[in-house]
């Protein structure tokens, strides 16, 4: 929304220092400081007008310690958060870029569909919520449109190089190239790593490529919104480890949207996608501020208006960025906590059938809960996740040299 006007006083007006709006660098942190000031500065004005509407945590009885003190605790603070992404992305941000469109988009509908589950929890006095087929429905909704974009819009390439980028005695020079619209992801820790969508489903013919594309993109969306969801269970764990991604899809952003980086490291430059870098920032700003009053003990949560928004852009994030199958070991937090509450459902199912007694393979799932149940202290486990996260993040930035 800036950039027309810092456009026209550098270029019409000739002002000095107006031209350093085109760089992505002053954009981004630009970004991430205005989203830091949103959260931290109108903070505790959000959650005093959250409280006096009496819009408190719900909290079920599930024997763990320290629980009923969470009880009233102000929730739907993940409209703080969304708050935090929007209004720096659309200051500092192209808003003709496909990508930035998109990932508003999803901001905004999975904040949505999270805001009516916690409106009915709250307000409704009803625990369970919105029911599970609406919120798939809705993440299936998001898939189809993330999935049909990116597969099918003029702007979604990748951008293959005749010869490589060098840059000898000071001097860079520009190869030859072509824009490529084409269905391919990088595969990690294997060498020439790029894989075609297309050659999966080629035998049944090209017209069932974009039925297999959407349909991974709508599991990913569902499965990393669901995961961010059910990790937001103690003080600070979704918004940490969110923060952890989302610093390590900006660094992948901005080389993939690096002809000289990308060709140096040898991954997928991908036009305009260096965009990216400006949502990511303003994403991080967003949960590092809201870990300000979300941090144990806590004095506000995020709510499903949060949990849910935060796994969705990250999954679309990864998606853009052709980097979907990284999302097992950069969002390994989510996947593990996942698992954790299939594993033990699958389990306890299996045996009450078979032994007519059903048995648990965790004190509780999902894992967090399990560390609970074993008396570690609530702070001492959302450290020791956070740390997990960054050698997980640490991986799959370390998967830029593995060619």
């Given amino acids: 929304m800036l950039e027309p006007i810092f456009d026209y006083l550098d270029r019409v007006l000739d002002i000095p220092g107006a031209g350093v709006f085109r760089y992505i660098s002053f954009r981004a942190g630009m970004a991430a400081v205005l989203s830091l ?16 509407r009496q819009i408190g945590e ?42 930035i469109i998109l990932l508003l988009v999803t901001t905004i509908w ?10 009915i929890k709250v307000f409704r006095k009803n625990k369970e919520g919105l ?31 005749q010869n490589p980028v060098s840059i000898e005695e000071g001097i860079i020079e520009t190869p030859a190239y ?81 002809a000289i980086f990308s060709q140096y490291l040898n991954i997928m430059y991908i036009p305009n996608s260096g965009e990216l870098v400006i949502f990511a920032s303003a ?3 967003a949960c590092i501020g809201f870990l300000w009053y979300n941090a144990y003990p806590a004095q506000v949560f995020m709510g499903d208006t949060g949990s849910l928004m935060l796994g969705g852009v990250i999954a679309v994030l990864a998606l853009t960025l052709r980097k979907e199958l990284l999302i097992p070991i950069m969002c390994g937090i989510f996947v593990i906590e996942n698992l954790s509450v299939v594993m033990q459902v699958s389990y306890f199912k299996y045996t009450k059938k078979k032994y007519g007694e059903g048995r648990r393979i965790f004190l509780m799932s ?3 809960h399990h560390y609970q149940k074993k008396n570690i202290p ?26």
């Fill in 110 to 119: 999975l904040g949505g569909i999270g805001f009516l589950d916690d409106y």
């Fill in 58 to 99: 719900t909290v079920r009885d599930l024997g763990l310690e320290g629980q009923n003190q969470k009880k009233g605790t102000p929730t739907m603070g993940g409209l703080m958060m969304i708050a935090a992404i929007l209004i720096p992305t659309l200051l500092f941000g192209d808003l003709d870029n496909i990508y």
């Fill in 366 to 368: 999902p894992l967090h």
């Fill in 378 to 403: 609530e702070a001492k486990i959302v450290t020791r996740f956070w740390i997990v996260g960054i050698l997980l993040a640490v991986i799959t930035l370390a998967t830029l040299k593995l060619r």
């Fill in 178 to 258: 072509q824009d490529v619209k084409v269905a391919r992801t990088t595969i990690p820790f294997v060498k020439n790593n790029e894989l075609d969508y297309e050659v999966i489903l080629g035998f049944l013919g090209e017209s069932m490529t974009p039925v297999l594309y959407i349909l991974v993109v709508i599991f990913i969306i569902t499965a990393v919104s669901n995961g961010a969801n059910i990790t937001d269970g103690i003080d600070g764990l979704a918004a940490g480890t969110s923060a952890i991604i989302g610093l390590t899809i900006a660094i992948f952003a901005y080389l993939s949207g690096n």
């Fill in 131 to 161: 029911a599970g087929k609406f919120k798939i429905i809705g993440q299936v909704g998001i898939g189809i449109i993330v999935g049909g974009t990116l597969y099918f819009h003029e702007d979604v390439v990748i951008r293959e190089f």
């Fill in 37 to 52: 000031i949103i959260t931290i500065t109108f903070g505790h004005r959000i959650i005093n007008w959250i409280r006096n």
């Fill in 283 to 285: 994403f991080i700003g």
